[in-house]
């Protein structure tokens, strides 16, 4: 099946608020806390000129906040928008490694590719479906329940 709207789904595709190298920046830097550049092209083995381009850019787009100090943060008023990358990620793992069958290797790689696409109706809706899925998978049907 196509996609209802193409075109206007791929114009919502480039106008998402973060690319695909920004999404795994900030969830570095998220994870780490604090982060210096020198971090960032250790952890993202990425040149540390482009490291710098990066973070000019989403410092610009107001994503992050360069301290005096040189370390980076993930703007207050952000950090929930990218723990929700970070969320997305395990969830579409999770659905496709236990509901899908893929290896983790697979699920890993397609999941990158989707976790900052994602919409938040999309988001709850799977994890409301693998929380029932998990909930049933623990307590299989005709056993009985020991107290
Ligand atoms: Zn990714």
Redesign the pocket.
Known sequence: MRCTEPNAQWKAFHDNPVT?SE??YLMTIYDLKTARASDLVKALNIAAPTVSQAIKALVKKNWIIQHDDKTLSIALDRKEVVAQIETN?ALLMDFMVTQLGLSKDIADRD???M??LLSPEAANALEQFLHEQHGQKKRPRGLPVIS
């Open positions: 695909h999404a795994h990620k999941s990158c590719k976790e900052h």
